[in-house]
């Protein structure tokens, strides 16, 4: 048995890859395809993409050349296996826009409420292969330990200041006198901001480790694995109110309700004078079982058909 995986310039989709290969069953295969290219013909194959007996499509955006993808192993007689990443986000919204994808798919993995959004939508039951995963943390890297001053109000990670609302974390350590300790690109930030891109993961767990609470503010739609592996180095995670964020992280997150950006910024702003509330070692061990990259990845094989 041959498994294809694509690689990602995302670190967090790149994380899904790893864990998915490292996990792969005993006696399996694994090649690495490069991802999708936008800038590419829709049918134009991928190197690669032909060699194996799964090919495992990472769909965060452009459905056309996924559905093409997946067109073209089906007609090999090749299994796919969808990890859903993005949709309420992508150009095509509707889930109604990726069944066709779907039904081709052994298994379509995702931590969306996805029989909720179709039902939503107006669509027919769920009538394919669909596994309701979270994304995993290496819980041997992301630890509370060695305990550090937590210096930083909040961390972000956000690419773009306003859908991740890295403005109104930044806006509300302001308010109270804060730091931002930032991953990723550097912005016009109010705040006194530490900003770091490139880092190892030990590096990043030790960052986690000096923040009292961890941003997974994404708008309309996300995962937030910083608010995982944050949260198993005892920075309490913040999300907003939405039932894909309270699905996975329940009672171990703070939530906001997502408004305008001043309302949030009020509300991150009472939050952080606040303060957090200490992470629990039964939290951790609680957060760790549910986000196992072993069992998660494990799961995704079974589901797809992979013995």
């Known amino acids: 048995m041959k498994l294809i995986v694509p ?16 996990h792969a069953p005993k006696g399996a295969e694994v090649a690495r395809i490069p991802p999708i290219r936008k800038d590419t013909r829709r ?5 690669g993409e032909a060699d194996g007996d799964v090919v495992v499509l990472f769909a965060n955006g452009l459905r056309d050349h996924q559905q093409a993808l997946a067109d073209r192993c089906v007609r090999r007689g090749q299994r796919v296996a969808v990890w859903q990443i993005a949709l309420r986000t992508t150009r095509h919204p509707s889930t109604e826009q990726w069944r066709d994808l779907w039904a081709r798919a052994a298994v379509v ?5 996805l029989d909720t959004w179709v039902k939503e939508d107006g669509g027919a039951p769920v009538d394919f292969n669909f596994l309701h995963a979270p994304l995993g943390v290496d819980a041997s890297v992301f630890t509370p330990e060695p305990a550090a001053e937590r210096e930083f109000t909040v961390m972000t990670s956000g690419q773009r200041r306003s859908q991740e609302s890295v403005a109104e974390c930044d806006d509300a350590a302001h308010a109270v006198g804060g730091r931002v300790f930032q991953l990723g690109p550097v912005f016009g930030m109010r705040s006194r901001t530490l900003v770091l891109s490139g880092i190892t993961d030990p590096e990043l767990a030790g960052f986690y ?28 995670p913040v999300l907003y109110d939405q ?18 950006q001043e309302s949030v910024t009020r509300d991150l702003t009472r939050l952080f004078e606040r303060g957090p509330r200490p992470v629990s070692a039964e939290e951790r061990t609680s957060a760790a079982t549910t986000f196992d990259w072993a069992k998660i990845a494990r799961g995704f094989w079974a589901a797809s058909g992979v013995k």
């Open 43 to 47: 049918s134009a194959e991928i190197p």
């Open 209 to 236: 480790r000096r923040c009292r609470f961890v941003s997974g503010l994404r708008r309309h739609e996300g995962f937030e694995l910083p608010a995982a592996e944050g949260l198993l180095c005892g920075a309490r």
């Open 7 to 22: 690689t990602h310039h995302s670190r967090a989709i790149q994380r899904i890859s790893d864990a998915l290969a490292l």
């Open 109 to 113: 993995a995702t931590y969306y409420p």
């Open 243 to 260: 039932p894909h964020y309270r699905g996975w992280f329940g009672d171990w997150a703070e939530y906001v309700q997502e408004r305008d």
